[in-house]
């Protein structure tokens, strides 16, 4: 009977542990992101605001292999600034260590004067 125990124990500890990876997985490999539109961070694209090139570039090179068993590892460039206009789309480059390089797009799902809500697809 101890055995049983012991057994019913170490499955219920693997199970949460399991449940515990998997949640912690899904909460850093997200694709979304809120960016201020703050003096540092905002260029004019067109006359309208825009999340510099640099920031999209950044957030979302951190974001695409946030851990090793998620995404590809790439050295990611916007070309321009991502418009504060909710369904603006960029694409921007993630260049891989064996030389070639994937599209990725990103789009703005959310804009107001002072904040960004955009996506990018892995």
């Not at 499955?11 to 949460?16: F, K, L, S, T």
């Not at 309208?48 to 460039?77: C, D, F, M």
């Amino acid at each position: 009977m101890p055995d049983s125990k012991f057994l019913i124990g170490v499955v219920g500890g693997a199970a949460a542990v399991l449940l515990l990876g998997g949640l912690g997985t899904r909460l850093v490999s997200g694709t979304e992101s809120t960016t201020p539109l703050d003096r540092f961070d905002t260029v004019s694209v067109d006359g309208h605001k825009a999340l510099a090139p640099n920031i999209v570039a950044g957030r979302t090179q951190s974001k695409y292999h946030p851990v090793p068993w998620v995404g590809v590892k790439v050295e990611v460039s916007c070309p321009a600034g991502l418009k504060a206009i909710a369904g603006t789309t960029i694409t921007c480059t993630g260049r891989k260590n064996d030389g070639t390089t994937i599209d990725i797009p990103v789009t703005a799902t959310k804009a107001t004067d002072t904040h960004i809500t955009w996506k990018f697809e892995r």
